[in-house]
Each structure stands twice: as structure tokens, then as C-alpha cells.
């Protein structure tokens, strides 16, 4: 089972389009959604749940008033505003560091572990997805997205899956880091904007770091012939593949609302872009690559 992760660094690069025409051109792949800040790629998979766990993503802190004898101590270690001069904490002020547990001296404030959101195994038309939703004003990202990906290869390894196909979130914060550790290739999609390639050189120096084998696909790559030469140029001069340059297309976001994937879509050109892509990427994700390090 070979592990792609797509990513973008910036957001709304059509990362997750293409991971959900990825699924459905793959012979045998199951899918992780771990982009949980911003879950979108159950729009186009329309999973039926089959599995559904709550994830504890840390602890809050909860003050018992009866043994409260309102000495103020809490209130003053508290770093984060959670407590009210009425010794109330406030759940989603609580950042659940423990600090007025330990310093409250009638032992008087309950350390109970927190539901920051569900984790769900479910069916799709091209397979398992495994995905999850974080609460609302939940953190904790990180961990949920090492939970969802933990989950989708335990669940890829016991149905001998070729690929386990993951639509990493955007950035290069503790969640992607999360999301690419150990992955056997990023692709990292990107388009011609100042932002994009910036995130790009970024989410590159990441993969780097982390010696993820990776390739770069480029949106919209029509709408700025220039800065798509630049994309261009920087990935040549650094030994990176540029294995798709996909021109801007109003059908990938009417398939999008649609429900379906672009190659459920549109039968034309842009159909065959995305079956070229899928097919070179495949075939290098099988090759053991040696890492570039000097991008
Ligand atoms: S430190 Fe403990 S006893 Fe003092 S006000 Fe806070 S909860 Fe009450
Ligand atoms: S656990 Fe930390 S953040 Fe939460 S109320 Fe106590 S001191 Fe404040």
C-alpha cells in the first residue's frame, strides 16, 4: 500500500478536487479527509457513516462549588481568561493546561477529558473514507489528523488497498505535519499567485525536511502564464517534477456542486488532463525516489 498525501500549503487550490478524481480513477484506494478544519471532501464522496467514535482531544478543567471555598487562586493562574469572578470556567476559554488544578488547594477543580469532535469510517462509491469533524471553536487539529490518518491505514493495510489516498489540510503548521510524516509522496498542488508559490516553497522545504518524495501539479495554471514559468523554473532548478498543469475550468467547481468528481463530470480534455496525471503520479509514487535537499 503506497500512501499519497496531497497538499497545498495556501488554501482553495483545488487540492481537494483533485484528491476526490484521484479516488476514482485509483484501482483500489481508501480515502482520509484530514484537512478537519475545513472538511470538504465529503460534498463530492457523500459518505454513509458506518462507524462513528468521539474524538478527546485534551482535557477541560470544571470547578466543583461545593468544595470551592472561592480563595481566588485559580483566577489568578489562569493564563487564558477561562475563569469568571464567579469561579465559573468557561469551556471553550479553557485551553485545559491544568495549571488551576494543580495550584487550587481544596482540591476543588475536576480535570475531565474533552470531546473535541467525531471521528467516522464510512462507504463510499469508490471505497472507505475516513474523516471526522471537529467541534465547534475546537483546536487540537494535530491530533485529530494523526487519529484520522492512523485510522485510514490500519483500514487500507487490512483491505490490501494499492493506495491510500489523503487530502492533507492547508499550511505547514502541526496539522500537515501530521498529515505527511512517513508518507510515501506529496503532491503539492499550487497555482500562479505570489501567495501560492510562496506556500508552495514553503510546504517544499517541509516535504524536504521530512524526506517526502514529491510532486507539484499547478492549477489554473492558465490564468498567469508568468508566474506559472516561474512555478516552472523553481521546481526544474530543484529537481521537482511538475507532473500536471491543469488550466482554469469553471467545471471543476460546478462538479464540485455537483457531487461528483471532475472525471464523473466532464468527459472531454479536461477528463483526459486529470487521467494523465493520475497515471504518471501513480507510476512514480511506485519508485523509490532520492530526496531533493536543496529547495
Ligand atoms: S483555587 Fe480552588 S478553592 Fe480557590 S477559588 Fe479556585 S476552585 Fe475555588
Ligand atoms: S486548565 Fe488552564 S486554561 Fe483551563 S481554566 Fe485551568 S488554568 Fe485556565
Redesign the pocket.
Known sequence: MKELVIISGKGGTGKTSITAAFAGLAKHAVLADCDVDAADLHLVMAPKVVQQESFIGGKVAE?DPRR???????LQVCRFDAITVD?RIQPIACEGCGV?VW????K??DFNPRKSGDWFISKTRFGTMVHAKLGIAEENSGKLVTKVRKQAREVAEKQKAEFLLVDGPPGIGCPVIAAIGGADHALIVTEPSRSAIHDMKRTIELCNHFKIPMTVCINRADINKELTGSIEIFCQDNGIVVAGKIPYDSALTKAQIAGKTITEFDNGPLQDLFVQLWQSLSARIQVKEPINQEA
Open positions: 470547578i470551592c471555598s472561592q480563595c481566588g487562586q485559580c469561579f488551576c495550584n487550587c488547594p481544596e476543588a477543580i
